[in-house]
């Protein structure tokens, strides 16, 4: 199987599910899709870091996402230039970022009222300071 193959996978079983700060939060869905496609756990570090949104807060003012990913060997490359894998981060006060896991088109998003679900990738490249991040780059993006 390959890696494109097991996110969208594992993305199949995660859309729909109600939003859980620790589970299916912005940050952890990321982890976990970066986790399915690079084969390495991502996901670790952070187990029980956060069970709500006070300590999500807390834990994110120390290390951004962005400045996990650049920890971890990520590239920052241009927001015209995004393909599946990569990973869009955006300021979203009062959060230093949010994160976005990239299926082409599309990105996996989770928020409070509308829980886990895809969105075009578009609305977040084009916002003020998104910044993109290439992880593990596909070779064949996704439509």
Sequence with gaps: MTPEIAVNIW????IGLPFAWGETDCGVL????????TGTNWVTPFDGAWRDER??????????????????????????AVVFGDVI??????W???CHFVFGRFCLVSDIKSGVRLLPS?????LPGARVWRVAPCLKPSQ
């Design 96 to 98: 230093p970022e949010q």
């Design 89 to 94: 981060t955006v300021p979203a006060p009062p």
């Design 30 to 37: 990321t982890l976990k899709a970066l986790s399915q496609l």
């Design 55 to 80: 300590e999500a807060l807390a834990h994110f003012d120390q290390m951004t996402p962005s400045q996990v990913l650049q920890e971890r060997g990520a590239v920052e490359v241009s927001p015209s």
């Design 11 to 14: 993305a199949r079983s995660v």
């Design 122 to 126: 578009r609305l977040f490249t084009r």
